[in-house]
């Protein structure tokens, strides 16, 4: 196992990146994932920063006006071929990914697409954008974070780790998001030691159409 390739992944962004930091400076530690490239669609986004002070490539694909989604698409795949990634973390990437991109990350073996999203909520509650502001002004108790596989629909797919968070009576909205961004950080990096030792698995729910993502101490067959 020792001497088995690093998993080869991209970062997709499009604003200040302080999450793709997190998995930056996380995968520095790890033997079993090298990310490979940083994807932004925005030109000007402070992640592009952020990647340069990790020496890793940052490749900006921005969408014209008159280019067509699924070309835009193509564009981001020969970006990804050059670098031979073979896995994609979103970390506030603000585009939705059409099926035709995903098909090119499923894996059979486990039946999910090899991407891998942080929305900030307890899915399903609050899909969608502006998750927090959502809670927040809906005056939440308890709110989370959900790590997931992603699928053909928006903030669905398998889930791999949720995490709830309290909320404080004093919060405002700063400090209610900035709890929640740290819960994050925190199950983003839990999933990533796993993914790189290969402690998961992936298994069919008996009697559903449904997958879980079981996370181990001892190491199984991922991928």
């Given at each position: 196992m020792a001497n088995k390739k690093p998993l080869r992944a991209a970062i997709f962004a499009s604003?200040?990146?302080t999450n793709a930091e997190n998995i930056l400076?996380?995968?520095?530690?790890?033997?079993?994932?090298?990310v490979a490239v940083l994807v932004t669609d925005?030109?000007?986004?402070?992640?592009?920063q952020r990647a340069q002070q990790f020496k890793v490539p940052c490749e900006i694909v921005a969408r014209q006006r008159n280019t067509s989604?699924?070309?835009?698409?193509?564009?981001?795949?020969?970006v990804l071929k050059k670098y031979d990634?073979?896995?994609?973390?979103?970390?506030?990437?603000?585009?939705?990914?059409?099926?035709?991109f995903l098909r090119h990350f499923h894996d059979d073996s486990l039946?999910?697409?090899?991407?891998?999203?942080?929305?900030?909520?307890?899915?399903?509650?609050?899909?969608?954008?502006?998750?927090?502001?959502?809670?927040?002004?809906?005056?939440?108790?308890?709110?989370?974070?959900?790590?997931h596989f992603v699928d053909d629909d928006v903030d669905h797919g398998p889930i791999i780790l949720q995490q709830a968070f309290?909320?404080?009576?004093?919060?405002?909205?700063?400090?209610?998001?900035?709890?929640?961004?740290?819960?994050e950080y925190e199950i983003y990096r839990q999933f990533l030691k796993h993914l790189s030792d290969g402690s998961w698995t992936v298994e069919d729910i008996q009697g559903s159409d449904q997958r879980i993502v079981l996370l181990s101490s001892d190491k199984k067959k991922g991928k």
């Amino acid at each position: 196992m020792a001497n088995k390739k690093p998993l080869r992944a991209a970062i997709f962004a499009s604003g200040n990146g302080t999450n793709a930091e997190n998995i930056l400076r996380h995968c520095e530690t790890l033997d079993g994932i090298e990310v490979a490239v940083l994807v932004t669609d925005q030109p000007y986004a402070g992640v592009i920063q952020r990647a340069q002070q990790f020496k890793v490539p940052c490749e900006i694909v921005a969408r014209q006006r008159n280019t067509s989604k699924h070309d835009h698409e193509d564009a981001i795949m020969e970006v990804l071929k050059k670098y031979d990634t073979d896995w994609i973390f979103l970390a506030g990437y603000m585009r939705i990914l059409t099926a035709d991109f995903l098909r090119h990350f499923h894996d059979d073996s486990l039946g999910i697409n090899r991407i891998v999203n942080i929305h900030p909520s307890l899915l399903p509650a609050f899909p969608g954008k502006d998750s927090y502001l959502e809670a927040y002004n809906a005056g939440v108790k308890i709110s989370g974070v959900t790590l997931h596989f992603v699928d053909d629909d928006v903030d669905h797919g398998p889930i791999i780790l949720q995490q709830a968070f309290e909320r404080d009576d004093l919060d405002d909205f700063d400090t209610f998001r900035a709890r929640g961004m740290q819960v994050e950080y925190e199950i983003y990096r839990q999933f990533l030691k796993h993914l790189s030792d290969g402690s998961w698995t992936v298994e069919d729910i008996q009697g559903s159409d449904q997958r879980i993502v079981l996370l181990s101490s001892d190491k199984k067959k991922g991928k």
